[in-house]
């Protein structure tokens, strides 16, 4: 068996509006469209995953909060109906996924070798959050390949920042070794918003895009900053800058899915792609993709 | 007088989930006697707060009919399913909203199979109301509120109560110290996470007792002070709102749930 690789990293943040914009058949709720430029970012983003043909997608998402440990799916086959519970008029998601519980189980026991409090959730009946439901339907929605999915430990907000983010560096590292010792292709997927202020009233239709901009200067100006850093290959800078981005643009990389994923990438000096970048009631959201392997 | 009883629920479901475990044993217990309590307070509807449902734009309230299926905590998934069985007393949710609206609080009724009803709320109601026969109105920790805020909202949910002639017991949903052990423990051992905690929680305990709402808010600021709080103790200000004041309180229960305190408190109202 060859060693496994990480093909590509992405940042592929979760608004769940993406998906009801898109009108799968999945979804109940129908639109008449919206955040086209976003979208646009994510099917270049499906075109590299075509390309790479991945045997396996790891997504960490804020949306899975768990306060003792990391925690990785582990049932094989999980299937069921999420509903978003703060954007319930927009996202109800028959969802049917298969996971890679071989990997998960790899992941969960080198985070364990690292010291780390990693668990596998076997409860067949568990509800898969709408942040790890939405990236996987963004970048994949033919939903044909197998997935890791890891919780966002609260150790970031729990903790200091710093010892939180260790912690997600860490994870990080224990998923590559666990990825290079399993043989296989795999892509990263970290579910985050950059900057996090939003609106707080939601328009009479949604999806109309004239109500549509970044609630804040300061974040928007923040996260140009990281990701004309980003572009550059200057993923140092970006780490040491993440306090104070996570601090005054509010973003929510804070809950650790960027850490964990640069580091496995071990902060590649690769220039990452921007696909796009684009509002959701005022958030940041950038649809990046760092390429390292064919 | 539209409000008949008023309790302190934890929201953990640990307790509910392994009521044979010692140390959560006796928050099971204490959370059975609340349910006594409340029911021969004879309500009609149940006004629930519950930290654990976040909202972030509108305030939302819960108006399906009935809210059923199998819950999985994100967390405590090992140690077993809830069962959500939820009534909501819609046309009461309903004037909550408006309410609300009228008072300046931007609110929505949600009304979505398979919407995801939070752990707290199931099993509060599983405990003080099996089988879920009182309709309830269950309203969002909006993250975005200040305790103001949601003392307002619990005071709109009383007053539409009181408008339909409805007797109506409150139920503020939540934790007291919200430290909690992040690494694995043996849960027959479980206590709360440290020693200024524990004090932290006995003192606002004390203060529930002696009773006032002007003492228990005294009692919530020392309370801030001195330990991680659970979301602000805005499900008391859910509480207060609903109540107005009281004359004192009895503490069936006091524990841990994973090193977090945890109490099963009924208020006796003026
Ligand atoms: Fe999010």
Redesign the interface.
Known sequence: MSQGKILAGFVAPHPPHLVYAENPPQNEPRSEGGWEPLRWAYEKARKSIEELKPDVLLVHSPH??????HHFLGVERLSG?S?D??F?NLF?FAFDLNVDVDLAEACCGEAQALGL?AKM???P???V?YGTITTLHMVRPQWDIPVVGI?AN??PY??TLDEGVEEMERLGEATRRAIEKSGKRAVLLASNTFSHY?????PEIPEDMSREHPQSYKGYKWDMRMIELMRRGEIREVMRLFPEWVEEAFAEVKSGAFPWMISAMEYPTTPAELHGYGTV?GTGNAVMEWRLAA | MPVVSAFLMPGNPLPFLRQDNPPWAPLATAAKAAGEALRASRPDVLLIYSTQWFAVLDELWQARPHSTGVHVDENWYDYGDLQMDLRADVSLAQACVAGANAAGHRSKAVDYEGFPIDSGTIVANAFLNPGGTIPTVVAANNLYHDFATTEALGRVAAEQADLQGKRAAVIAVGGLSAGYFDKDIDIAEDRIVDEQSDAANRALLAAMEQGGADRLRAGLDDFAAAAKTDMGMKHLAWLLGGVGDFKNAHVHGYGSTYGAGAAVVEFKLA
């Open positions: 899975w909060i768990t306060t003792v440990g109906k509903v519970p703060i319930p109800r409090t959730m076997r409860n009946n568990f509800r959050d919780s609260n150790s729990y903790l939003h609106f707080h009233e939601e009631i």
